[in-house]
């Protein structure tokens, strides 16, 4: 993947939880199925929001979580900087929760249109510069995973 803080595990990860991401038909739907929005308890005129839902998968519920913590540490990094406005203003933990649902979002645009994510950071000699952040290479997720198998037996051998 090419979003900052996933890597190789993480993506696994989510395509074995999620499965086929053209199942839905917005990252706000595939954010809803993962439990990331606001219960709405609505009655009459009155409009409050609660809490997360919490729905959908636990496994990949907390490996988002884990890519917005990783996230939120890259440097020079749009996603850092939401978190860090958001953190400003609602306090850290959902600060990390608002910036796993941008990345669900995020995930499901650049895997429905088979796009790389970039990211524009800093300002260089008054030009933005826009970056790759992770190259994705010539490997699928099987290949990746296929070879990382071969590596541990490998590494088991050796012992």
Known sequence: MSVPGIGELGAATLIAEIGDFKDFNSGDELASWLGLVPNVYQSADKYPNGRITKRGSKGAMWILTQIAHAAARTKNSKLKEFFNR???????????????????TII????????MYEDETGYKKEEIQKRKIVEAGIFTVDKRIKFRHKLTLQWKNCK
């Open 86 to 104: 958001k953190k400003k203003s609602i306090g850290h933990a959902k600060a990390i929760i608002a910036l796993t649902r941008k990345i669900a």
């Open 108 to 115: 499901w645009h650049l895997i429905t249109n088979e796009e």
